[in-house]
């Protein structure tokens, strides 16, 4: 079973299985995690060119219920509830007053007056604590993180892999919907999100079948070409696809507008936490924009790394890696609103040495149809 909280970082039910097989461990949002296996490039194109699986146990889940969840979580959230049909699923975010996240999130519909939200792992108990605190209509709200593990099948095999052990029929579970499933001989729910650009399911359940489960998979895609894959791939994947991630692209300082984010603020759908600051800033403007670069010259953007724009210092780099599958190097940045435009260029400050880069349009990667 899960580490429990408070008793250093905590550890996956699979904490064991990635040690035995020689994983390369680091503390990830309170957890020891696997940063890797065979290495992270062969990860990185495995996911791409075959499929992976990824041990994301570590996320949160909170379940929100009764006759005020839906319009609790209208009041709190950014994208519009109310759309939901039960086992859809959306992508969304805690919001602040000042427009910007307490966490991005995945909700789903489980039910009538029933919904289910996946969060980030370092976030769990600060967005609990949120959501409680502004819960003034009494809807039912439980951190139930420990009673799921969870498994992300990734990749153009997925669905082929993902078939061997299971009788659901996979093609009628779209994009961003899920449903109640039965896995490798376990009950859980299986959904169909992801965070790498690819085709892939997630797979929740109770935490005590997890080497079970693992295993099956792994048994399952071993003449597919499956590897396990750790955070390290999935950065860059996630990166590549051109996604967020909370800490980086997003913060309590940055609104979703700002983070090309306003796909998901429903600005129509009523009153909800930081809407009239979203809309203050849709009229006045924006303070920063988000922009894609790729390097025009060598050296590798880092994080944090300044940003300079006509000479002067003017942004920063909030991800920034080798993409594996594309060869090139990558990142995303903040840079003021008038100088993002794809094709115009950019200096990134590599210890002390600036750099030429190109912002370019995002996603760096897109999945062959």
Not at 128 to 141: C, Q, R, V
Not at 281 to 310: C, H, N, S, T
Request: proline residues 5%; negative net charge.
């Amino acid at each position: 079973m899960p580490t429990p909280a408070g008793v250093g970082p905590k550890r996956t039910a699979l904490h064991a299985v990635h040690k035995a097989v020689g994983a390369r461990m680091t503390e990830f949002g309170g957890w020891d995690m696997p940063i890797e296996y065979a290495g992270i490039t062969q990860e990185h194109l495995a996911v791409r060119t075959s499929a992976g699986l990824f041990d994301v146990s570590h996320m949160g889940e909170i379940t929100v219920r009764g006759p005020e969840a839906l319009p609790f979580l209208q009041s709190i959230t950014s994208n519009d509830v109310s759309r939901l049909s039960i086992h859809q699923a959306q992508y969304s975010a805690l919001m602040y007053p000042e427009g910007s996240a307490v966490d991005d999130c995945v909700v789903h519909r489980m039910g009538e007056d029933d919904y289910f939200i996946c969060v980030n792992a370092a976030n769990t108990d600060k967005d609990f604590d949120w959501l409680t605190k502004h819960n003034s209509l009494g809807a039912e709200l439980k951190n139930v993180s420990s009673q799921y593990s969870q498994l992300a099948l990734q990749g153009p095999r997925a669905a082929a892999i993902l078939s061997k052990v299971t009788g659901v029929d996979l093609a009628a579970i779209r994009t961003y919907w899920f449903r109640p499933a039965d896995c490798c001989g376990v009950n859980g729910i299986l959904a169909r999100t992801g965070y790498t650009g690819e085709d892939g399911f997630e797979f929740y359940f109770s935490p005590e079948h997890s080497e079970h489960v693992w295993n099956a998979l792994l048994e399952a895609g071993k003449d597919g070409g499956l590897q396990p894959v750790g955070l390290g791939a999935r950065n860059t994947l996630r990166l590549e696809a051109g996604y967020a991630l909370y800490g980086h692209e997003l913060d309590e300082n940055t609104t979703l507008l700002e983070a090309n984010l306003g796909w998901i603020c429903k600005l129509d759908k009523g009153e909800f936490l930081g809407r009239a600051a979203l809309l203050k800033q849709r009229e006045e403007g924006l303070r920063k924009k988000l922009v894609g670069f790729e390097m025009a010259e060598p050296g590798i953007a880092r994080d944090g790394y300044p940003v300079w724009v006509d000479g002067e210092k003017a942004g920063y780099v909030t991800s920034g890696s080798p993409a594996p599958f594309l060869k090139k190097n990558i990142g995303l940045a903040y840079v003021p609103p008038a100088a993002a435009q794809p094709g115009h260029e950019i200096m990134i400050e590599i210890r002390q040495r600036k750099v030429r880069a190109r912002q370019v349009i995002l996603p760096f990667y897109r999945r062959p149809k």
